[in-house]
């Protein structure tokens, strides 16, 4: 009877279930999700130049410091709806929340031409803003989501497919743009049609998404059994009260807020000017820009359904522990970033070596994946969305700062010297981050992830004080 059980788990744990399908549906809306998120990135490009596109539509008179300012405001409103998302996710499930927040940015994305034409910077700021709060409950949602429909045994892989729609968004948007911003569209074309999609798969989500197995309608009964008992020693079936005093007094998590900060600083000055830099530094148009842009992404999207595979296979076989995993995923993510940005620092490459080393830079950044990102859901999958809504939330501070930073160091888009200080930058935070997830970060599931647990230590000290 048990050695059936066990083979029936067996072959649940290896067949195409509902929860692959579940994670087949937030790849796609996290695709979607960063789509709309870098499409002003090379948008930007044609709205301010049209002799880089479609030369029949308006050419915005927008200085470096306005163009800066309008790709940072997205970050002033994702930065202060997500703790909130994660505690509204934990208790009332994800499903919802990223339906709501897609379907707000995709009507937004839609009245972006206008916004910018009509209304000027100060209106398309306000645009972006409103966008940014409403993809803020994204990463928790999901977050949550996931922590109820990722058995163990596939969480690394599953968890990493389902956030890697963030680089495939980036690789279908940045040359897509492109092909938009020159075609009879023009750059407008940009925005109507990443609207039109997200609307598209807000209405399928809506209908087939479930906020776990539980209340998944056709679901069956063996995989409903395989996921459930796969969670059972971490996850609760109802809301716990958030333990916020032993959350902020956790050093794991202190570790997971400082590798987030420096991983978004490093990360986001290369996301929203790598397009700028190509077009003035690398001299190439729109639509080689968008694929060039692209490139990277397209490796790290590979690597990171690598890294997951082969995170899961060690798991399985033991062969490390969780915590040195996640500090060697980290670590390749990082400091093998550093090493290439502060190549293109220091010697003075070729286009093609710059855009290898751009590549690698970003590529190896995939790691981050398998390190840090999965982090939350090791150390309390209880809280998973609000731990990462705490520490996405802090570290878009420096997604706003990033672009604004840039501003400040490149004053001529055509000198390479300035950007290189800017990759120097990038490498140094990327180096330091590291470095302090190396020395304290961990895997282990903390006690406070387990109310029960904290229940009885309160007890204990007051029997004992």
Sequence with gaps: MENNKKEEEKNEEFSWGERHK????????????????????????????????NTHFIE??????????????????????????????????????????????????????????????????????????????????VNVL?????????????????????????????????????????WPAIFYVGGAFTLVWVLVWSLTGAN????????????????????????????????WGKIFKSIPMWTLIIAHLTQNLGYWILLTNMPTY?????????????????????????????????????????LITNTNQRKIWNSLAHWGGALALFSLYLFDTSTTGAIVLLTAALGLNSGTFTGFLTNHLDLAPNFAGTLLGITNSIANITSILGPLLVGFVVTDNCNKDQWGIVFLCSASVF???????????????????????????????NENP
């Design 60 to 141: 915005l008179p927008w200085n470096e410091s306005s163009k800066s300012t309008v790709l940072s405001s997205f970050f002033w409103g994702y930065l202060i709806t997500q703790v909130y998302a994660g505690q509204m996710a934990q208790k009332y499930g994800g499903k919802y929340f990223v339906s709501g927040a897609l379907g707000v940015s995709g009507v937004l994305t839609i009245l972006t031409p206008a916004s910018a034409i009509h209304g000027g910077v100060l209106v398309m700021c306000a645009n972006r803003m409103v966008q940014g709060m409403a993809q803020g409950f994204i990463f928790p949602a």
């Design 146 to 186: 996931l922590s109820k429909w990722a058995p163990a045994s596939e969480k690394g892989r599953l968890i990493s497919f389902v956030f890697s729609g963030t680089q495939f968004g980036s690789l279908v948007m940045l040359p897509t743009a492109g092909l938009l911003a020159s075609s009879s569209g023009g």
């Design 22 to 53: 579940q994670t087949l549906l937030l790849f796609f809306g996290m695709v979607i999700s960063y789509g709309l998120r870098i499409n002003l990135s090379v948008a930007i490009v044609a709205m301010t130049d049209k002799s880089s596109a």
């Design 431 to 461: 180096f330091f981050g590291n470095l302090f997830y190396v020395i304290f970060g961990t895997a282990d599931t903390q006690l406070w992830n387990d109310s029960s647990i904290n229940n009885k230590i309160k007890t204990d000290d």
């Design 278 to 318: 190509i077009n003035y530094i690398l001299k190439f148009d729109i639509k080689s820009n968008g694929f060039l842009s692209a490139m990277p992404y397209l490796i790290m999207w590979i690597l990171i359904i690598t890294f997951s595979w082969i995170s899961d296979y060690i798991r399985a076989h033991g």
């Design 212 to 243: 776990s197995p539980s209340e998944h309608q056709t679901i069956s009964e063996a995989e409903k059994k395989f996921i459930i008992n796969s969670l059972c020693n971490t996850t609760s079936n109802k809301p716990l009260p958030t333990p």
